[in-house]
């Protein structure tokens, strides 16, 4: 078994000994989003055993305790690591002042099982060159954080004690967030959906939380024969998604049957 420190990342754990999962899982209601695979890809290989203490409102102590009886060891720098200074903020954020910041807090409208992409939206369209989006939320937005970074935007994200993650979004320039820009019509979405006929796959991500509408698509896109299509249940057309589509050259067609029901089919350009 390795050794461990409060700097050893969750996925080193979770690479070395499938058991360390539930005994995560049992420091924290907190770490329950481990359980989902794409989650725990996301978020395992970014944290590290300090950085889910917090989140989890425990201490690496707490996370030793647990990983001992599994096989780890307990490193000597532990105590350094415990102490260690965090990283210094990017030099953008020098340039970030109070009045500037525009706050979003999502974790209600999370709570209430409504998706905050709408206001998220907004909000982003609405700045002006040099405001900053300050994200609250439980977790880190880290599909936005790589979809704005694209568009121009610097970030950095800081998580404070029992978990609560501060994300900043700046951009120097005033925001031009493109446009959901959907080819085709009704007709032409049924005549692709005809041409896949008996070489398509359904998933339905209408009930996911975000972030895992997008990476549930991406994933599957992903394990997506060639010659085959993916067919989409959303309730809303993934603005977002869709420069990450072209990037990866897969075309797209919608088509929207009423306000939260949209049909979507991705296939290889």
């Known amino acids: 078994m390795i050794k461990i420190n409060a700097g050893t990342k969750i996925s080193a754990l979770l690479r070395e000994s499938p058991e360390a999962l539930e005994a995560i899982i049992s420091l924290s209601p907190k770490f329950n989003k481990l359980r989902n695979p794409l989650l725990r890809k996301l978020m395992a290989s970014r944290a590290t055993i300090g950085m889910a203490s917090k989140i989890g409102g425990c201490t690496p102590a707490d996370f030793f305790a647990k990983l001992e009886p599994l096989g780890f060891t307990v490193g000597r720098a532990t105590k350094e690591a415990d102490e260690a200074a965090p990283a210094p903020r990017p030099e953008f954020m020098q340039q970030v002042r109070p009045e500037n910041v525009q706050d979003l807090d ?10 905050p992409f709408i206001q998220i939206l907004g ?18 937005p ?34 031009r967030i493109p446009d959901a820009k959907v ?3 009704s007709d032409d979405f049924d005549a692709w959906v005809k041409k896949f006929e008996g070489r398509s796959k359904t998933i339905d991500v209408r009930h996911l939380e975000m972030p895992l509408p997008m990476l549930t698509i991406l ?33 797209y067609r919608v088509k929207e049957i009423a306000e939260g029901d949209v049909k979507m089919l991705i296939f290889k350009a």
Request: cysteine-free.
């Open 106 to 115: 999502v974790r209600p409208i999370l709570n209430e099982g409504k998706d």
């Open 123 to 140: 909000k982003v369209k609405a700045l002006n060159a040099g405001q900053t989006l300050r994200i609250i939320n439980d977790f880190e």
């Open 142 to 175: 880290i599909p936005l954080i790589q979809l704005l970074g694209k568009q121009g935007f610097q970030t950095w994200s800081e998580v404070q004690d029992g978990g609560v993650w501060h994300t900043w979004f700046f951009k120097a320039e005033a925001s």
């Open 183 to 185: 080819p085709g019509n």
């Open 219 to 251: 994933d599957e896109l992903e394990r997506l024969p060639a010659d085959h299509a993916l067919y989409i249940d959303h309730k809303r057309i993934p603005v977002f998604l869709l420069p990450e589509l072209v990037e990866r050259k897969f075309e």
